[in-house]
Nanobody, 121 residues
């Protein structure tokens, strides 16, 4: 059983920054997803064991995902936040590569409880 511990999140004004962190006991790939009220959950960013990142088009150039293997932790640095980034953010861990897109939630085996990010205008 892989346990995920999320931290970070909060409220910020548009243009501001936040950093999310997620610690996991083990993972092959870690991803961040978000779900806004009334919308489906969507993939935001992921990073695999070779440190290859993948980003959703909506966050490219604003978000950076990184991993600290020594601490089994993945960070999501979110800059130039927009009101439309407001959502519950979830980290997810995949323990093996199933060959699909790392922005597809079906590729992940374990999920965190979520942390709220609110961006105001």
């Amino acid at each position: 059983q892989v346990q995920l511990v999320e931290s970070g999140g909060g409220s910020v004004q548009a243009g501001g920054s936040l950093r999310l962190s997620c610690a996991a006991s083990e993972y092959y790939c870690m991803g961040w997803f978000r779900q806004a009220p009334g919308k489906e959950r969507e993939g935001v960013a992921s990073i695999d064991s070779d440190r290859n990142p993948t980003y959703a088009d909506s966050v490219k150039g604003r978000f950076i995902i990184s991993r600290d293997n020594a601490k089994n932790t993945v960070h999501l640095q979110m800059d130039n936040l927009k009101v439309e980034d407001t959502a519950m953010y979830y980290c997810a861990a995949a323990v093996y590569d199933d060959g699909g897109s790392w922005l597809d939630e079906n590729e992940y085996h374990y999920w965190g409880q979520g942390t709220q990010v609110t961006v105001s205008s």
